[in-house]
C-alpha cells in the first residue's frame, strides 16, 4: 500500500526526522490560510501515487499569498500523470546546497531489506538496487536490529560527512530504517534527503510503501487501503474484498482466468494474437461459484470489455462448477458478450457441456480460445 | 529418486487440523506420501485421516524421525511454525501459506539459512516426485514419473506444463514450486545445483514470471557453470504493465526492473532457449534434446 507523501512525512516527523514545515490543503482557501501561518517562500505539492510528479507539473513555488493562491488553483484544476489532483502540501521552501539519498527497499535476490545511500539525490531506486553504480552504498539489513549506528556513521562518512554532521545523518538513517522496519515497508525512501547551507538536514520529499500481507498488524494503516482515490478504483476494491486478484488493462479483451502465472499466460496470448487484453483476473485457488460469478458480472458490466477470455485449469476448482457459475451470471446480468472459454480438469465434460448448451464457445486449448477470441473482435471492428 | 523428496521421504504436516491441511492431507496419504504426523497447538491426542497431531514439533519428534514438514498454518503464525521446525531441526520445510508478511520471510530464510535448513515456498503449491511423494497441493493427476526437472515461480502454470509434458510422454523427475512471493527460500539456482547431480534428470525447464531479477542471475549462473544439461525457460507476463502486482505478490514490474523481455533476453544471450507459450515448451524441450 502506497502512502501519500504528507501521511509519510506526517510518520517522519512523528519520529523525529527533520521535514520542512508545512500542512495539507484540500481548498484552494486552505492553501493560502497555511502559507500564511508560514514563512516565504514556499512550495506547493500535488499528492498523487505517481513519481516523476515535478516534471508533469505537479510542483509549483510561491513567494507570497497570491501566488500561493494561483497556484493552488492551477494545481486544483489540473490531472497531474492521470490523477486528478484532490491534496496539495503546502510547505515551506528549503534552502538546498546539496541533495543526498537514503532509502531501505528490498533486495530479492539477497533475500533480504537492503539500506541504500548516495552522495546524489534523485536517484531511481529500482535502478540503484538492480545495477551497482557508483557513488551508491548499499549495506543489508537484518529485519530485528535495524541499521546500527556504527555501520550508519561508516555510510555518512562514505558520503564524506565528518563531525557533528555525519553523527547527525547516521542517526537520520538509522531513525529511517527502524520506522520502516517498524511499519512493514517494502520501501522508504527520503529523496531529495538535502543538506541546507547551514549543515542540518531535511526530508524534502519521501516516499512510504507498505507490505500488502503485514496491514493486519497496522490497523490504522489498514484502514485507509480502501479509501477513494488512493490507490485503487472501485472495482478493484470490490473485486479484493471477494478474494479476486484483479488489474485494469488498456485493451478491449476481458480474461478471467485461476491462478496468477496462468492469467498472465493468457494476457500475452491475447497481446501475441494482436489485441491487447482488458485485464488480469485471477480468480485465485479454489474459487466458489459465487467468486466466478462475480468475476463474470465485473466483465460484462465493464463497457471497454468487448470478448470474454474464459481460461480455467480444474483441480479444486471443478469446472462443471465453474461453468454453472458463468451461465448463472450471464441469466442474471440479462446481457451477454461473446465468451470464448477453455476448461480442463476436473469434470471437464459437463462443465464444457453446460457451456455448449448456454452457447458459449469450448475450446480444448487456450491458445485456440484466445486466437478465437482476437478474431471475433477483429470480425466485429470490420 | 529425483530431489529433495522421494519415496521414503517422512513428513509431518503442521496445521493438520485446519480446513486445508486436513483435505490435503487426505489427498497426499492417498498418493502415497509417508505423513507421520500432524501439529497444531492445542490439539494433540487427535488423529486426522489416521495420522496422529501432536501439539508442537518437538512432541512429534520424540515419536518420529521426519524428514521434512509441510506448512498450511495461517499467515499470522506462519512464522511461528517455520521457526519451531526449523529449531526441531527439520531440514526441508514446505511453505504453503500465502499472504505471510514479507519481514517475517526475511526472518524465516535467515533462520533457515543459519542452521543450513531448506526453505520451499512461501506461497507455493509444494514439491512432487512423481510416483513416489507429493508434498503439496498440487493435481496429482497431471505428472507423470520420468526424466523432465520443473523449477517453477507459478502453480498453475507448472500444472499447464506438466500436463502438456506427461501427454507428450515426457515424465518428470520432481516438480518443484519456488513460490510466487517476492522473498522466497529455495530458488532457482539451488534448484539447478540439485537436478545436476540427480541421476534421474535429464532435462531441465524452468517456469519464471516478471518481479526481481531471480531469472537474470539464473541465466548468468547457467553459463558461467556451462550447466550440463540442457535448459528450457517460460516467462510469463511479457504483456505486463509496470508498478502492477500481477495476482502474485512478487510479480511486479519496478521502473525497468523485472521485465519479461530482459528475463527472455538474458536467457537467450546464455543459450536457454525461451518458449513463447506454455504448449510450445514441449516442443522447444523435444528440439532440445534431439541435439
Not at chain 2, 503449491?125 to 515461480?153: A, D, Q, Y
Amino acid at each position: 500500500m502506497k502512502l501519500f507523501e504528507y501521511e509519510a512525512k506526517d510518520t517522519l516527523k512523528r519520529r523525529g526526522i527533520p521535514t520542512p514545515r508545512g500542512e495539507i490543503a484540500t481548498t484552494v482557501k486552505q492553501a493560502v490560510e497555511i502559507a500564511e501561518k508560514l514563512k516565504p517562500p514556499f512550495v506547493l505539492k500535488s499528492q498523487i501515487l505517481a513519481g516523476g510528479r515535478g516534471k508533469a507539473g505537479g510542483i509549483r513555488f510561491a513567494l507570497n499569498s497570491e501566488e500561493v493562491e494561483r497556484a493552488a488553483g492551477e494545481l486544483f484544476r489540473s490531472q497531474i500523470k492521470g490523477f486528478k489532483v484532490e491534496k496539495v502540501l503546502v510547505e515551506e521552501r528549503i534552502h538546498v546546497k546539496r541533495e543526498l539519498y537514503f532509502a531501505v527497499a528490498l533486495e530479492r535476490s539477497e533475500r533480504s531489506y537492503v539500506a541504500v545511500a548516495s552522495s546524489k539525490g534523485g536517484i531511481d531506486i529500482e535502478k540503484a538496487t538492480a545495477e551497482m553504480p557508483t557513488a551508491i552504498f548499499k549495506t543489508l539489513i537484518d529485519p530485528i536490529s535495524g541499521l546500527s549506528f556504527s555501520t550508519a556513521k561508516e555510510v555518512a562518512a562514505e558520503i564524506g560527512l565528518v563531525g557533528k554532521q555525519q553523527t547527525d545523518l547516521a542517526w537520520i538513517m538509522k531513525s529511517l530504517c527502524q520506522i520502516g522496519l517498524d511499519l512493514d515497508a517494502i520501501l522508504i525512501e527520503a529523496n531529495p534527503l538535502v543538506e541546507t547551507p547551514d549543515g542540518s538536514f531535511f526530508a524534502l520529499d519521501s516516499r512510504l510503501i507498505i507490505d500488502d500481507n503485514a496491514l493486519f498488524r497496522h490497523s490504522d494503516l489498514a484502514k485507509l487501503r480502501f479509501e477513494k482515490d488512493r490507490e485503487y478504483t472501485e472495482t478493484e476494491i470490490e473485486a479484493m474484498k471477494n478474494g479476486i486478484a484483479y488489474v485494469k488493462l488498456d485493451g478491449e479483451i476481458g480474461i478471467i482466468g485461476n491462478g496468477a502465472g496462468l492469467v498472465m499466460a493468457t494476457l500475452d496470448m491475447v497481446h501475441d494474437s494482436g489485441r491487447e487484453p482488458a485485464n488480469f483476473l485471477d480468480l485465485g485457488g479454489g474459487a466458489t461459484s459465487g467468486r466466478i460469478a462475480l468475476a463474470v458480472k465485473m466483465l460484462l458490466a465493464d463497457p471497454t470489455v468487448e470478448a470474454i477470455l474464459v481460461n480455467i485449469l480444474g483441480g479444486l476448482t471443478r469446472c462443471d462448477d465453474a461453468a454453472r457459475a458463468i451461465t448463472d451470471a450471464i441469466d442474471d446480468f440479462r446481457q451477454t458478450k461473446p465468451i470464448f472459454a477453455r476448461l480442463v480438469g476436473t469434470n471437464e465434460a459437463e462443465g464444457k457441456q453446460i457451456l455448449l448448451q448456454a452457447g458459449l464457445q469450448v475450446f480444448g486449448s487456450m491458445e485456440e480460445a484466445a486466437k478465437q477470441a482476437v478474431e471475433a473482435i477483429k470480425r466485429e471492428n470490420c | 529418486m529425483g530431489i529433495m523428496i522421494h519415496r521414503n521421504t517422512e513428513a509431518i504436516v503442521q496445521g493438520i487440523t485446519g480446513k486445508q491441511g486436513r483435505f490435503q492431507t487426505k489427498l497426499m496419504l492417498e498418493y502415497g506420501t509417508k505423513i507421520v504426523a500432524g501439529v497444531t497447538p492445542g490439539r494433540g491426542g487427535e488423529k486426522v485421516h489416521g495420522v496422529s497431531v501432536f501439539g508442537t514439533v518437538k512432541e512429534a519428534l520424540t515419536e518420529y524421525s521426519p524428514d521434512v514438514s509441510i506448512i498450511f498454518v495461517p499467515a499470522e503464525s506462519a512464522l511461528n511454525a517455520a521457526e519451531e521446525a526449523i529449531s526441531s531441526g527439520i531440514k526441508t520445510i514446505t511453505v504453503i501459506t500465502e499472504g505471510i508478511p514479507i519481514k517475517d520471510s526475511i526472518q524465516m530464510m535467515m533462520h533457515a539459512r543459519h542452521v543450513g535448513a531448506q526453505i520451499i515456498g512461501p506461497n507455493t503449491p509444494g514439491i512432487i516426485t512423481p510416483g513416489e511423494c507429493k508434498l503439496g497441493i498440487m493435481p496429482h493427476h497431471v505428472f507423470e514419473h520420468g526424466n523432465v526437472g520443473v523449477v517453477s515461480r507459478s502453480g498453475t502454470l507448472t500444472y499447464e506444463i506438466a500436463a502438456n509434458l506427461t501427454r507428450r510422454h515426457l515424465g518428470q523427475s520432481t516438480c518443484v514450486g519456488i513460490g510466487g512471493d517476492p522473498i522466497v527460500g529455495l530458488n532457482f539456482i539451488e534448484a539447478l545445483e540439485m537436478f545436476k547431480t540427480d541421476p534421474e534428470t535429464n532435462a531441465v525447464v524452468l517456469i519464471g514470471e516478471i518481479g526481481g531479477n531471480l531469472e537474470e542471475l539464473t541465466a548468468d549462473f547457467v553459463a558461467k557453470n556451462n550447466y550440463p544439461k540442457p535448459v528450457v525457460a517460460y516467462i510469463a507476463g511479457l504483456s505486463a504493465p509496470s508498478e502492477k502486482k500481477m495476482g502474485h505478490a512478487g510479480a511486479i514490474i519496478m521502473g525497468q526492473t523485472g521485465t519479461a523481455r530482459t528475463k527472455i533476453a538474458a536467457f537467450e544471450s546464455v543459450g536457454v532457449k525461451a518458449a513463447k507459450r506454455p504448449a510450445e515448451v514441449v516442443d522447444v524441450l523435444k528440439s532440445v534434446l534431439k541435439k
